[in-house]
């Protein structure tokens, strides 16, 4: 069976396509998410496949997807989600949180996903107990620029991790700030959860990741999908 699993995130929506008898990606494609109902995206809707399952932290887009594919399914028509696996009313709760949950099987862990807000979900015994929600990477650099009249916003192409410690001027004392900054606080947070409760392992995901070159924890940028397809089978 060949399913078409859609992560419409606040930013961008993935597409990808899943062949479940050889448990296999055999395709994506990325939209800015305002774009996701335009004639570019066509060619998702029209494509080959036998069940589409989307999670979506945008309330207007997943009517929309729901309006266009009659067969769509959210990751609530699933009998997998379980509100006893979570501390938080899941109705109130991002679907990205519970897919990126269900995608990863450990009993004492924390998920960082790091996308438009860079998120932490806290698991113990098994029970997603709390979370923390934080501006993420493109966000934070977003708004620094937007609320300084002095800064371009073409600096935005070159969001990258900084490894120069002297010399470092508007471009790099900006990624400095914001991508390594971001780093220490993860690594900041991580630390301060571990105190508090018996944290086995620590996952990364999210498309912004990779920017994280001093990272030491696992990166598991499919999480989410892993997580679309252990509710939806
Ligand atoms: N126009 C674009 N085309 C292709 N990729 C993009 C575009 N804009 C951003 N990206 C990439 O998308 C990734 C962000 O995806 P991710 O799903 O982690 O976050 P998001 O969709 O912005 O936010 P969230 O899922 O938290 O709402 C980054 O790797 C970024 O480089
Ligand atoms: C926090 C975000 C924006 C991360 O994508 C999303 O999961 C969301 O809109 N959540 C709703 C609030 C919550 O989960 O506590």
Do not use: R
């Amino acid at each position: 069976m060949i399913k078409l699993l859609i992560d419409v995130g606040n930013t961008t929506t993935h597409c990808k396509w899943y062949d479940s008898q050889n448990n296999s990606f055999i395709k994506e494609t990325i939209f800015m998410t305002k774009n996701v109902l335009q004639d570019e995206t066509k060619v998702v809707f029209e494509s080959h496949y036998d069940q589409l399952v989307y999670s979506s932290v945008v309330k207007k887009i997943e009517e929309k997807i729901k309006q266009k594919e009659n067969k769509a399914y959210s990751i609530f028509d699933f009998k997998k989600i379980n509100q006893n696996d979570f501390v938080y009313p899941i109705d109130q709760l991002g679907q990205d949180f519970i897919a990126n949950f269900y995608g990863w099987k450990t009993s004492n862990g924390i998920i960082v996903s790091l996308g438009t807000a860079t998120t932490f979900m806290i698991i113990k015994d098994s029970k997603m107990i709390g979370a923390i929600i934080s501006p993420g990477i493109e966000s934070s650099f977003k708004g620094l620029i937007d609320s300084a009249d002095a800064l371009e916003f073409n600096f935005y192409q070159e969001v990258k991790w900084e490894t120069n410690t002297k010399n470092l001027w508007t471009k790099q004392a900006i990624n400095k700030g914001v991508v390594n900054g971001h780093w220490y606080m993860i690594k900041g947070l991580i630390e301060e959860i571990k105190k508090e409760h018996n944290i086995k392992d620590v996952i990364l995901t999210g498309g912004y990741a990779d920017l994280l070159i001093q990272n030491k924890y696992n990166v598991n940028k499919n999480l989410i999908f892993e997580g679309i397809i252990n509710i939806s089978s």
